[in-house]
């Protein structure tokens, strides 16, 4: 069965420091993958997303996730937060092809403390 | 920037009550998604459309869950009756080039 993974739940960070969470997928299959943002009060954004090619990709606000094929992660990273970046992170995948189902993870809350 | 509207943003009733949602996708975006979002959890989907036909309703409880897209545009998820464990929030999403974007919500509160 199609599943997403996010091992961390809650993260608490300070101003300044880097950031990575996790995102483990299990796909069968050509796989595309996302990182989703819900700020509070506001709805879902699309932060960044793979298809193809450059495994590295960089999204808005200076996010950027690696593709790891052999780890089967797409792991969300920033070298430096800020408290506005404080919300809920959703890695998300679905499949290429097709009608493309989408599955999300729980879901990461990120506090970011001033 | 084109949105996906949604509506209503909030909904209280009763259990045993009839609810309804309605969505409206971007224009042009053939694939249109219903969720469902429990707090403190990621998205569950609940049907797929790709046009006005439905290709993945296989999460959606079919005893008292409804979903329709008739002109293949906007569409309706219904719940009756309402349970207390519907409290939730309703996501419609669209979708054009494998990218989802997702409308505001309805959050239903179910007392």
């Known amino acids: 069965a199609q599943s997403v993974s996010q091992h961390n739940h809650h993260v608490i960070l300070s101003e300044a420091a880097s950031l990575e969470l996790g995102c483990n997928y299990s796909?069968?299959?050509?796989?595309?993958l996302f990182w989703y943002v819900q700020y509070p009060g506001q709805h879902l954004q699309l932060l960044l997303k793979y298809f193809s090619g450059d495994p590295l990709v960089k999204g808005i606000k200076g996010f950027e996730a690696e593709f790891i094929k052999s780890k089967f992660s797409f792991n969300l990273r920033k070298p430096s937060v800020q408290w506005s970046d404080t919300a809920e992170y959703f890695c998300a995948a679905s499949n290429s092809g097709g009608y493309q189902k989408v599955t999300f993870g729980t879901g990461t809350k990120l506090q970011v403390i001033p | 920037e084109a949105e996906v509207a949604q509506s209503p943003r909030y909904k209280i009733t009763e259990k045993s009550q009839a609810v309804a949602f309605w969505c409206d996708p971007i224009?042009?975006?053939?694939?249109l998604y219903w969720y469902r979002q429990i707090l403190g959890q990621g998205p569950e989907l609940l049907v797929q459309?790709?046009?006005?036909?439905?290709?993945?309703d296989s999460q959606l409880p079919k005893d008292r869950f409804s979903a329709e897209r008739l002109k293949g545009v906007d569409s309706t998820l219904k719940i009756q009756p309402a349970e207390l464990g519907d409290s939730a929030m309703y996501l419609c999403a669209s979708t054009a080039g494998g990218t989802q974007y997702f409308g505001p919500g309805t959050r239903l509160l179910v007392l």
């Open positions: 796909y069968g299959g050509t796989v595309n």
């Open positions: 459309f790709q046009d006005e036909s439905v290709v993945d």
């Open positions: 224009s042009g975006h053939a694939t």
